[in-house]
């Protein structure tokens, strides 16, 4: 039996009025005026009420709220290159040079299992690969194009093997496919973003195109069993086509449909993690699933990557997966279809701070409204508060203001070591002449690539 409540029973038991429970009457006003001058420097923008959760389904696509975070996988011809997945039109390469690649296309170590088996170690619970990037060739059998990884020396259907492996552990699949095309003639290539000048020899024509296109997302939604989703890129012309998402729907109806397609969809994409508006939100009240790579400059396999540090990883997964959206972190498999190893032993180090912290996550709603900290974010589940120390802590305590309650227990999720609590007034705090929770003597220098989360049990939310 779960010891914790739910969203929905914490939502149903008004969890926002329960919350505000935790401050006195004064700092119930703090918390609801607006630009209040007692807030003190560092403080950030005021107290704010409790923010509503992005809206569910009540369907089969709820499974998104319950697998937060998942593995994004940019796989193709491109990386036989192994510089970016978008190297026919980053490099200038003629399209009939570029073809080529696919005559040398045998990533004879693909083994789907250890693909996932990283995944799940990096604590990972679904899975978006490409199936056609913008280059055009597909991962997947197609009767509507033979630029296919069947006709490759490999001769396998790679997404039929991916997906046989993810329904055996029913790992949920979602299925990435760009829209922008630079091998079909019907593409009406023109030298847009994400595009190649016009080509000789092609028959621009965006309805028949569209009419591939749905042909093939047919195929993707009815030959690999289960889909958990569609996962669409780059649509140039802003086409609008609802018959697209219908058919998708009509055929797989747990599959979620992001918001670069031919409608709004189900969720938003913040790309490289960064959305404009979202930056301050105390949570996304819109469903949103950021992406990220592992990598800075690319997204499919590049020989030479420069990757990101644990920390700057950690710290994009946490501000989302703490406000209630998703997370994709992507890797690019090399050519021979394994994940190289620097990307590896990443998603492994994330993983172990993944495991370490997910309770933080998992079941608990976004509560940073509770603090005028904007340093931190804050999760909760019942009686419990998650602190994640999101931006680098610059000194070795976190203040909680206006909280002003003591927890009865304490605990650094990251090493499992107790916290120093303390609710002494502070020297700068002498204006109001009381104290609010402070956590005192985190491991700040000993564990700065990392991203701390702090639990805090309290007695009862009752004041
Ligand atoms: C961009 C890029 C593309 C990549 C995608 C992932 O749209 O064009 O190469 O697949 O981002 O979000």
Redesign the pocket.
């Known amino acids: 039996m779960k010891t914790h409540i739910t969203r929905r029973r914490f939502i149903e038991a008004g969890g926002s009025l329960a919350s505000l429970a935790f401050l006195s009457g004064g700092q119930r006003a703090l918390a609801a005026v607006p630009g209040n001058p007692e807030a003190g420097p560092g403080d950030g923008s005021k107290a704010q009420a409790a923010p509503k959760l992005a809206p569910r389904f009540g369907d089969g696509r709820d499974w998104w709220f319950e697998k937060r975070f998942g593995m994004f996988i ?1 796989w193709g011809i491109y990386s036989i290159n192994g510089w970016h ?2 190297d026919q039109w980053r490099r200038r390469i003629p399209r009939a040079e570029y073809v080529k690649l696919a005559q040398r296309w045998n990533p004879v170590k693909f083994n789907p299992n250890a693909w996932l088996d990283l995944a799940q170690e990096a604590g990972m619970q679904y899975l978006c690969v490409t199936t056609k ?2 280059d055009g060739f597909c991962l997947f059998e197609s009767k509507h194009t033979d630029y296919n990884s069947v006709n490759t020396p490999y001769g396998k259907d790679v997404i039929k093997l991916l997906a046989e492996a993810c329904h055996r552990r029913n790992f949920p699949l979602c299925l990435y496919y760009s829209i922008a095309d630079w091998h079909h003639p019907n593409y009406p290539n023109q030298d847009r973003h ?1 595009e190649l000048p016009p080509q000789a020899g092609d028959q621009p024509d965006l309805d028949k195109y569209t009419d591939f296109v749905k042909a093939q997302v047919r195929e993707l939604c009815t030959n690999y069993g289960e889909i958990h989703g569609i996962w669409w ?2 649509n140039v012309d802003k086409r609008v086509d609802r018959s697209m998402s219908a058919m998708i729907r009509q055929l797989q109806p747990k599959a979620m449909i992001n918001d670069r397609g031919y409608d709004e969809g189900d969720f938003g ?1 913040p ?1 490289r993690d960064f959305t404009s508006d979202g930056e301050l939100l105390v949570s996304f009240e819109k469903r949103t699933e950021a ?1 990220q790579a592992v990598g800075s400059e690319s ?1 499919g396999y590049r020989a030479e990557e420069d990757f990101y540090t644990d920390r700057h990883l950690m710290r994009s997964i946490d501000k989302y997966l703490a406000r209630d959206a998703n997370y994709l972190l992507n890797v690019g498999p090399a050519p021979d279809g394994t994940i190289p190893k620097p990307a590896a032993a990443i998603l492994k180090r994330i993983g172990k701070w993944y495991h370490a912290v997910k309770e933080s996550f998992v079941d608990a709603v976004p509560c940073s409204q509770l603090t005028t900290n904007r340093d931190v974010l804050l999760t909760r589940k019942g009686n419990t508060l998650y602190v994640h120390l999101l931006k680098d802590p610059i000194t070795d305590a976190v203040k909680l203001r206006p909280l002003a309650r003591m927890p009865k227990r304490a605990t650094l999720l990251n090493n499992g070591q107790p916290v120093e609590c303390s609710l002494a007034m502070v020297p700068s705090g002498h204006k109001e002449q009381k104290g609010w929770l402070r956590l005192r003597m985190l491991p700040v220098n000993e564990l700065a690539n990392t991203v701390l989360v702090v639990k805090l049990e309290f007695e009862t939310l009752e004041a």
Do not use: A, G, P, V
Request: glycine share 0%; aromatic share 8%; charged share 25%.
């Open positions: 940019h997945e978008q990037h913008h994400h890129d780059i994409t790309e992406c997204w």
